[in-house]
């Protein structure tokens, strides 16, 4: 079975501030995609980024990138010029190709970004 | 694109009852997945639907249940409930396929079991 871990439960960040969430998870996949996710307070969770493992290049969306170390088997996404709106719990997610629609979660980490 | 949206949005049931939960996916998305958010728990997976069929199953005993319509909403149903299935249930839909497989949720449903 497939475990995520998020080791960090809360972090907070200054406005415009860089930082960076961890996320390490354990598999004997070859073949899978990983993402983070992003719930607001009282909000739906939405994608951020995704990657998928064969993929050597990390993934980037805006502000948002990840560094994919497959050997590590860690995924940590760094959110650059941090904004208020970016405060959420952001979870890290696994999912095996061969196991379409169930994703294996990680616990969460609270994100504050303070003004 | 409509986003997926969920049914109803809060629910207050009493020990023993039982409950229906409804989904509809973003249009053109056939797999829908459930999953049950709890302080304690965390994210955990109940199951997953594909063209009316179910693909896949978490580690939930036999009172939850789902199903999937050929339109591909669906249901999940809770009988018996107890006061651990109080949570927030959501509701995740996606093309599944190679270019699709990241899920995208509904508001979910927050159930208070009293």
């Known amino acids: 079975a497939q475990t995520v871990t998020q080791s960090q439960p809360e972090m907070s960040v200054q406005e415009a501030e860089t930082v960076t969430l961890s996320c390490t998870y354990d598999?004997?996949?070859?073949?899978?995609?990983l993402f983070w996710y992003k719930q607001p307070p009282s909000r739906q969770m939405i994608l951020v980024i995704r990657q998928e493992a064969y993929k050597q290049q990390n993934a980037t969306e805006n502000r948002f990138s990840v560094n994919f170390q497959k050997a590590a088997k860690s995924f940590s996404l760094k959110i650059s010029d941090s904004q208020l709106g970016d405060t959420a719990m952001y979870f890290c997610a696994f999912m095996k190709y061969t196991n379409a629609g169930k994703s294996t979660f990680g616990d969460g980490t609270t994100l504050t970004v303070k003004p | 694109k409509a986003g997926v949206t969920q049914t109803p949005r809060y629910l207050i049931k009493t020990r023993g009852q039982q409950v229906t939960l409804s989904c509809s996916p973003i249009s053109g998305h056939r797999s829908v997945s459930w999953y049950q958010q709890t302080p304690g728990q965390g994210l955990q997976f109940l199951f997953e639907y594909f063209s009316e069929t179910q693909r896949n199953k978490g580690n939930f005993p036999g009172r939850f249940s789902g199903r999937q319509f050929s339109n591909s909403r669906s249901e999940m149903n809770v009988s018996t409930l107890e006061l651990g299935d109080s949570a927030l249930y959501l509701c995740?839909?996606?093309?599944?396929?190679?270019?699709?497989?990241?899920?995208?949720f509904g508001p979910g449903t927050r159930l208070t079991v009293t």
């Open positions: 598999t004997s996949e070859n073949n899978y995609y």
């Open positions: 995740a839909s996606s093309l599944a396929g190679r270019q699709g497989a990241e899920q995208y």
